[in-house]
């Protein structure tokens, strides 16, 4: 099994899963990231920024009941297309509601994304489920500090020492003294927070994910020939397709199940083995066709 990170590795034990797993994270294009410079910290205008699809998933609504708690010379810059239409409408009328300074950015490029960073104070999150997020780690990468609501990806990445990670059920007060608490800092320790943020991601570079990647399935190639051969009993694929609701499916594979000679646990040889499983895939490759 693979896994982003530490969380998902320990949600597949959860599950169950007892044997072998392996953690390789996404991985990102860091390079444009790690070339932008640390926002000035000196601006009359503090700038937030939020990067992502504009849904209700990500909480922007959070976002922008968080404003009313800050000074007037604070705004925040959603960037990223709407996934329904109505809902960026919806936050459009709560910007106006509260008096608050909301641009809304639409989709914007890369580079587009690395520029607005640079002049980015805080990124802000309030999305609470967030498995690795990409943008999280271009912000941190391009040396933004990050404050955000508790998820995944912020529980692994953001701290004290490059941002701010608050509760689930923090309000946007609460919210709200945190990006200030920052924006308040000296330049000496705002300074700090940024390079902390930046180097908190170097190994999430692609070029060091790939490197990893190619270890990683060279050492389970090599295990792989080393180990011997072993066999799928009948009782565990009986046990897993029992699992199953009861219906066509659960006994179109009993029925292919029941066409399978196999041993009951014992080992085979690797010949044996191939046989078998290939056997299987034949009674089973039908199936997985019609679906």
Same mark, same amino acid.
């Given at each position: ?9 320990? @949600? ?9 797993? +392996?953690?390789?994270? *996404? ?11 640390? /926002?000035?910290?000196?601006? &009359? @205008? ?23 708690? #800050? ?14 239409? /109505?809902?960026? @409408?919806?936050? %459009?009328?709560?910007?106006?509601? =509260?008096?608050? *300074? ?11 994304? %690395? %520029?607005? =960073? ?7 999150? /309030? ?12 912000? +941190?990468? $391009? ?13 692994? #990445? ?37 390079? *902390?943020?930046? $180097? ?10 790939? @490197?990893?990647? !190619? ?11 080393? %180990? ?17 609701? &009861?219906?066509? =499916? ?6 292919? !199940?029941?066409?399978? $000679?196999?041993? $009951? ?11 078998? *499983?290939? +056997? ?10 019609? #679906?």
């Amino acid at each position: 099994m693979v896994s982003l990170n530490e969380i998902t590795s320990q @949600e597949i034990r959860d599950f169950g899963y007892t044997g072998s797993i +392996l953690r390789i994270p *996404n991985g990102r294009n860091l390079s444009q990231f790690h070339a932008c410079q640390f /926002a000035d910290l000196l601006t &009359a @205008e503090k700038i937030l920024t939020f990067v992502g699809f504009v849904s209700k998933r990500k909480n922007q609504e959070f976002l922008i009941e968080a404003m009313k708690f #800050l000074p007037a010379n604070y705004r925040l810059m959603l960037i990223g297309e709407p996934l329904v239409a /109505a809902y960026q @409408e919806e936050l %459009a009328k709560k910007t106006a509601d =509260l008096h608050v *300074n909301v641009t809304f950015c639409g989709q914007l490029g890369q580079q587009e994304i %690395a %520029a607005a =960073l640079e002049k980015t104070h805080v990124f802000v999150s /309030a999305s609470k489920m967030e498995v690795q997020s990409l943008v999280i780690i271009e912000a +941190l990468a $391009s040396g933004t500090p990050v404050v955000g609501l508790s998820n995944e990806t912020v529980d692994e #990445l953001v701290d004290a020492s490059d941002g701010i990670r608050l509760s689930k059920d923090a309000s946007p007060r609460e919210f709200a003294a945190a990006v200030h608490m920052i924006c308040e800092l000296g330049e000496a320790e705002y300074r700090k927070l940024c390079e *902390n943020s930046r $180097s908190r991601v170097n190994t999430l570079d692609w070029s060091i994910v790939m @490197e990893k990647t !190619l270890q990683c399935y060279t050492e389970i190639s090599v295990q792989k020939a080393k %180990a011997p051969a072993s066999t799928i009993s009948t009782e565990v694929l009986q046990k897993t397709i029992a699992q199953l609701p &009861a219906g066509r =499916l659960q006994g179109i594979l009993l029925e292919a !199940l029941s066409n399978v $000679s196999m041993p $009951s646990g014992e080992k085979t040889s690797s010949e044996q083995y191939l046989r078998q *499983n290939e +056997l299987i895939l034949n009674q089973f490759r039908g199936f997985i066709f019609f #679906l």
